[in-house]
């Protein structure tokens, strides 16, 4: 599920956090809805807050593009497979 500005939002589902013109995460966020795999897509400027847990969660406080949370677990530019195991994990 990608996300739409005001729609309902569902912390059960994975947030992949983005750069717009990114190649990487154009890719993943294609391959994640083409593999059915429920997400939302957030531009970093568009959640100060999470951008913020983002940069806390890198060694130099980079916001890196894409970075997925699963359940409190931050992915940076992981594979459909990286994903949907810590769904399952989770």
Excluded: Q, W
């Excluded at 999470?50 to 940069?55: H, P, Q, S, W």
């Excluded at 916001?63 to 949907?84: A, F, Q």
């Amino acid at each position: 599920m990608t996300r739409t500005p005001g729609g309902p939002v569902d912390d059960d589902v994975p947030v992949l956090y983005y750069k717009p013109g990114c190649p990487y995460s154009a890719k993943l966020r294609a391959k994640l809805t083409l593999a059915r795999v429920p997400h939302r897509a957030v531009r970093f400027r568009d959640d100060e807050a999470g951008a913020a847990a983002v940069r806390a969660h890198h060694d130099e406080g980079y916001e890196l593009s894409p970075t997925v949370v699963v359940g409190g677990v931050y992915l940076t530019n992981p594979s459909v497979r990286e994903v949907r195991e810590a769904i399952a994990r989770r």
